[in-house]
């Protein structure tokens, strides 16, 4: 045992890291040990039936979301991500967070940091993402240290510091709701993407996983890109060819119909392939179904560009220096990838 670690990071690590070892069965479709297999099962009925209560969680969104934390959530991992934190035995606050529900356990990333910090978790879920986490912070539960230690709410009563995630329009509420408590708010967030004029086929491909997993629902997925003047849009369209079945999701076709619809009416230029429009555009936030883009004239002028935008933007993807994500891994970060580049652990330390 780590002396360094208290006792109720280490019942985190440990559970946490079961956790992971049973989203790999799921993922892999493996067999769990006799003490998994109930929960196993259980899991697989959630997810089987999860579309039912949101469209977009479908089966192949949700075991990519799992999949993801399969490959983060094991013990070694979690012992070197809590040790360069140096915890020790941390006076226990309650702490609220408020979670997201775009896409599959997005709130997730926010509980595991408070327990691992050793406070009280006080979560309210979302109700498009209620049953999936209600599942994860049940089988937490089952380890007696983190017991008493999670506990899922309908208010934000009697917290000592609060994580919320949210629309711009949320997060004025939490900040005046919230006045007097430390706190972490999140807004409205998106990626982008930098595309140079030798940028590989491979490369173009993988950027379709940044763009389409989770339907672009997610703040990490990539809503606008950025091209050197004259490049071929031919090479995106042929590159993203296989994810051409996303539009026979029913609310993504919807959503791809009506935003065609309404350009059309408009007269709005854009080009289409029958399940991405592609449209030049100067704002970074593009809606389901749509891609933005636009020529940018050197690497310096874009470089400003994004750190005046930085509050808006999660990631940018590509191989440019400024860049902080390859192509294709977008939607799978690591732990220490924290949203908004606030380093939830530190503001957890420090309370």
């Not at 035995?89 to 967070?97: A, M, Y």
Request: one cysteine or more; a negative charge; glycine letters at 6%.
């Amino acid at each position: 045992m780590n002396s360094s670690i208290s006792s109720s990071s280490l019942a985190s690590i440990q559970q946490l890291s079961l956790l992971g070892e049973m989203f790999g069965h799921f993922v892999n479709d493996t067999s769990a040990s006799e003490e998994m297999h109930q929960d196993l099962l259980a899991l697989i009925e959630i997810v089987q039936d999860l579309h039912h209560h949101n469209p977009w969680f479908t089966k192949s969104s949700v075991t990519f979301a799992l999949d993801a934390w399969s490959k983060v959530l094991n013990y070694e991992e979690l012992l070197k991500w809590v040790e360069a934190y140096a915890l020790g035995n941390s006076v226990d606050k309650k702490v609220g967070v408020i979670m997201a529900g775009n896409i599959p356990l997005v709130g997730f990333h926010d509980a595991i940091c408070v327990l691992i910090c050793g406070h009280v978790l006080n979560a309210k879920l979302s109700s498009k993402d209620d049953q999936l986490m209600r599942f994860v912070l049940k089988y937490l539960k089952k380890d007696s240290v983190l017991n008493d230690r999670i506990n899922i709410v309908d208010n934000m009563r009697e917290i000592d510091a609060l994580i919320a995630t949210g629309s711009d329009n949320s997060a004025r509420y939490f900040e005046h709701y919230f006045k007097n408590q430390k706190k972490i708010i999140r807004k409205n967030r998106t990626s982008v993407a930098v595309i140079e004029k030798d940028i590989s086929d491979a490369d173009l491909k993988n950027l379709g996983n940044d763009v389409f997993t989770h339907f672009g629902l997610g703040c990490r997925n990539v809503t606008k890109i950025y091209l050197p003047k004259g490049f071929d849009l031919d090479r995106i369209f042929g590159a993203f060819y296989d994810f051409r079945d996303i539009v026979h999701h029913n609310k993504y076709g919807n959503n791809y119909d009506y935003n065609k619809a309404v350009y059309l009416l408009n007269n709005i230029e854009l080009i289409e392939n029958g399940f991405l429009l592609l449209k030049e555009d100067k704002s970074i936030h593009s809606p389901i179904g749509v891609l933005y883009y636009e020529y940018y004239q050197s690497m310096d002028k874009l470089e400003l560009n994004f750190k005046m935008m930085r509050d808006k933007i999660q990631c940018i993807v590509g191989e440019t220096s400024f860049a902080d994500t390859d192509f294709g891994k977008s939607q799978q970060p690591s732990l220490t990838d924290y949203a908004d580049g606030v380093d939830t652990m530190t503001f957890l330390k420090e309370l």
